[in-house]
């Protein structure tokens, strides 16, 4: 038990110093995410216009295709954006072990040998 705890404890430490040491690639993936968010929005958008004119085009008539496919690529777009979204933070979440990223580590330990004081 003792050295299956010192082991995690040893993992998670060493991932912390692994992001600290790469800190400035935070940034860079950071504006790639913006990027792929914003295609995987604009894409679905332009399509849904495309689509939309050559409806009108053909089919003229009262209502205005281009604003429903228009609309239609827009949801599209965010939905496909927050999938992609949702799919990202998980993998991280699972890369650095943690079950829920957003929640404080509860255990409470014994500041003298670190175990938790359940496992004593």
């Excluded at 993992?11 to 914003?38: F, P, S, V």
């Excluded at 990202?88 to 670190?114: F, L, V």
């Amino acid at each position: 038990m003792k050295d299956e705890f010192k082991k995690n404890i040893g993992e998670k430490e060493a991932r912390r110093l692994k992001a600290r040491a790469q800190k400035g690639m935070g940034t860079m993936a950071w504006i790639g995410t913006l990027g792929i968010i914003g295609w995987s929005i604009t894409l679905p958008l332009l399509i849904g216009i495309a689509l939309g004119r050559w409806l009108e085009s053909v089919f003229p008539g009262r209502y205005s295709f281009t604003l429903m496919f228009m609309f239609a690529g827009l949801v599209l777009g965010c939905v496909i954006a927050w999938r992609w979204v949702e799919k990202t933070s998980k993998n991280s979440a699972d890369k650095s072990g943690d079950s829920n990223p957003g929640e404080a580590d509860k255990t409470i330990t014994d500041p003298k040998t670190q175990i938790p004081k359940d496992q004593q």
